[in-house]
């Protein structure tokens, strides 16, 4: 349970930018600039590099 209305948002927006989300979008939909989203959630977002990996390597491929 969270433990103040913040903690819902924090999830919110932590959940979208895994999930794929275009930063962009999810600053538009948190109330955030690009560039205050990305310092506040950047650690949020680790973990990722094989999905990314395997995003670039299908683009390169044609796919």
């Known amino acids: 349970m969270a433990a103040q209305p913040y903690d819902l948002r924090h999830a919110a927006v932590s959940l979208w930018l895994n999930v794929g989300v275009p930063a962009t979008e999810v600053a538009k939909r948190a109330g ?3 560039d205050v989203l990305l310092r506040v959630y950047a650690k ?3 973990g990722q590099q094989d999905l990314i990996n395997g ?9």
Do not use: P, Q
């Open 44 to 46: 949020c977002m680790g």
């Open 32 to 34: 955030h600039s690009v």
């Open 55 to 63: 995003k670039i390597n299908n683009a390169l491929d044609g796919e």
